[in-house]
């Protein structure tokens, strides 16, 4: 189901070149105030435009349906929707049959039995992650903790000016990279979180892993913590002026699933953009043979530069459906 | 809330010192064979006794409440209990003050204002993973998928013998290790899970993160995919027999949240374990001031060493519920 | 939440006077045949113009902003809006401290603390119906079993012709009726439904309070079963042609919350439309005195006229959600 | 799934003449007080021995295996078990072929394929009521709100002297009576509740349709309201004391789906006793033949004498829910 929360809902719908693609928020505290300004900042930073993203111009107007009246939300369901535009669809036909590595093509037209729309990717685009920005920049206002989520490593480089060069060599050569992006979640109340199943780890990693493209994600001193001992590992307690807080964040922020008044730091990892403008072999699935793919068009060089602000918004969701829960 | 799953769904209950810990099955497929001696085979390697773990003798009887007539699944809900033994409480008040550095005293107490079950670290003692592996001896008969986890690195140490020097150095010192597990599930079909928020790593991430001491998560080539370049990330698809399948697993098995027909590959880190005997700093919350904390009896030296058992369970209970969702 | 089901999610959003009412549908199966066309017949008996309902005319065509490619869901969340046209929200505000009787004006201002949309009800106005009905049509495709409801009572007249005198005398008076809805469903496979918290009449209750205006619901002899002896009301089973039914409807075709091959059949309750042209008393909540209300514009005079085809959507919601998670 | 509620869930689980039954509840509020001793009086009024219902002695002692230390709720889940004594499955497997009209004999042997466990009705016990009874217990301590449920009609008597009669007369002819059961919940806040799918109604609706031989539920003037007019049945408003209440009960407390701050009024019918004395035709499933059936032992001439303490644990059962879902 497409669908995360308990108290607080997000539901996306849409592909990539149907009329429009869209979230319903369900539990949204009435009185928040909100207009479509609210939304800029965040699209901005999702939006292509810098080196190593696709140069294709998106508007991206948010265009709210329901839930908001004279500027706050109301507490019934929000809606948001994004209307596509320029769809031109083309011959996806020609590449039905040759799913592209790395991309859904084949698990999608399997599951759905060929029923599934491959044009753009379908519901799998990365175009979905709009709406999820947008349902993200609501959950921030909901919970108001402080989210800062920044690239650290691309392709390897933790050296800003090295990650320019080195996407700008893999441009050049039709491949594509890979990065890290650390988010880091500050002014979180010490107690939220469940035991087990509900754990903050849990629904952190559920809703980071709805993200396309992500293989790890890790807490605190993450998998360094396999190679560390107890007593450096262990972050005691202090009390810092009247706030009982952790030392350091080695757990991450979280004990037995639950804040402990630190900072909540995660990390995830992306995959380098599966479309690349290499040749690449494939099998045909009418057919049976090997063949050579060449996907047409202009693709992101590396995806991860957009992909803070998309980890924010699902951390935000995470963390205001928490709130929600919350008994003070 | 403690509990997981759409079509399958699993409920864990109990404290380290109450009368029982448990696990309420809700989805069972009716017709299933179940006996007592069933669980033996998980139950036994997740028991103490080996090198690092502790010495303490377990039972761990299961006992069936309801869901089972006659050797079989009845397809209402299938109650297990672990009576829990010998349990002397003794002197836990004393520690009441003195949260354990890792653990979740602390949190626990603000969460539940005092109210938590301080004994034996309570609802978050690692006993309760006694029931999670229970749930898991069933998933794993209801989908009949091959599941392998196997521990890949202790305190850093790749090499088995070396592995068993670093779990008795540390030992010795009164310290802990971490590890890090592997875990591998073949023959699940094509075409389980969902985009977006029920993708099949979401819901795996879920229920790891679930298992107390994870503080990370990677599929195929996890974060090395971050470092990698699209051309040697992306997998091939190929004709094996007569089957679709990636040619390797570089994405873990999984396209757009969707099975592919590959080896589900994933990798889970374990921090080094929290009670350690050395001597830790940590806060007095009644006082405000820091003190010395001594944590007695004996403790897993690397509770990882027990958790591949653990991680099958989760990964189980996880496909249980995607074949329990599977339109065919 | 306003969403409903476990594999067929229904969630509802808009407000009366807001840009769109809408639904999401998750769990479409992917394949089904689906156009614009399919949604006349049944948008068109929810539809003002028969005596007794009001004369506005509303276009309300579906516009489908998701989940269909090539006259066929895909299989990802069916998205369908409503424009809301016409709105001219006029003088709300008078009517604002004035909460009309019977209606959730009152409710909902201290329920969202005043931020609720008052204009025509907001997200309470009865036209949420049409985006159930829209659902009611998809899910009757789902699960292809034969629904048929309709209205067997109007201001206590079981005769068609004097319902109509009844309604004509009514609107007179600027007074209000209600009526009593029958539903019968047949072609429904034994075994649908489950113990306890998802029986049957759990699930259908849950769906037919969730339409304005229900005060009651009753299964087979409904009320009058408990006023029946058990050698009356039991209903012995039979076989009829190859298969096992029961030889009568007493139970409306449910034994221990599963459907038993029999017709399902049970009745549903609606008040008399609550906005009437007569004055009433109510409380003006700023000053806390008595006044006379006259609600402005036409009203159903019953709405309980347009009922039947509500009462079917939202029973094959629930059922089209039944047989999704049935395993024949 | 035999689970019930958001943030305070009640799962049930047990058979009939399987080890026991209980239920888990999660989401109490930690520091409830909770001893044995609070469960007496509602499970001494669900207990047989008055006249109409079986003399058959249950010692039903609630234990207490999670969820609650030093006499207190401690927030984590909550489990409560009642084990089945003297229970001798006898020669049930004479009646395996003769499903008894009434009971899920026919319909579990349907859904779980022969795999149900028989003996005693299986999980479609009304045993399973005593766990429902214990969670009622618990959630009635958490919302503190008054709740009073009396049957008010027996056999279609209202005087009680006469349902004496007419239950004596009904158990002499080896037949049996149903009832009706009126509830009414006082001191509710106004707000609970949610419009559309989480309608009071509709959740209170889901819940009592859970007790098996519930046949229908109305709201304030229920199926009456059908036969009223607009201006007889809307509730105005009045201010009482301070406080805003509806004037009457009409509507039973709700307004669109939402808690009006008056009283919480339904009624409940429930059927005759499905095991009756008396000769039954029905069939034989391996034969396709008519048979005879006489149902032996002793049983409930009129269970739904014991239903008003079952109907007010589910109302709590609900009420806690949405009291726990509440943002004052």
Redo the contacts between chains.
Sequence with gaps: ????G??F???????SH?????V?L??V???LPLTAEDFKTDLLRRKSGATGTTPRIERDLP???????DG????????I?FRNENTRSGDYAALQDL?R????????R????N???P?GG???SGR?TLPIVAAGVVAKKMCAYSFTARLI?V??CKDPDRQVEAVAA?AR?G??????VECRIDDVP??LG??????V???L??????I?G??????????Q???????????????IGET?KPAKDG??G???????GGTLVFRV????????A?E????N?ST?A?ETLRIPGRHDTCF?LRAPVIVEAMAAIVLADLQA?F?P
């Design positions: 189901m497409d669908s995360l308990r108290n809902r997000v539901s996306v719908f849409g592909e149907g009329p429009a693609v869209g319903v369900d539990g505290r009435a009185g265009e709210i349906l329901s839930g908001v009246f706050r939300a109301t507490g019934t369901p929000l809606t929707i799913p590595p790395g991309h859904a093509d084949y698990t999608a399997v599951k759905w039995k029923f599934n729309d044009r379908g519901h799998f979905l490593e392709g390897g893999a050569e491949d594509s990279l890979g990065g890290i010490t107690g469940e035991p087990f199943f509900d754990s780890e849990s629904l990693a559920h809703a980071i892993f709805a396309p992500v293989r790890g994600i890790e807490f605190g001193d993450g998998f913590a396999a190679r560390m001992k107890g007593s450096e590992h262990n972050d005691p307690f202090a009390c009982v757990a991450g979280i004990n037995g699933g639950i804040t402990n990892a992306f995959k380098p953009t599966s479309s690349i290499k690449q072999r494939t099998l699935l049976g090997q991860a829960r008994v």
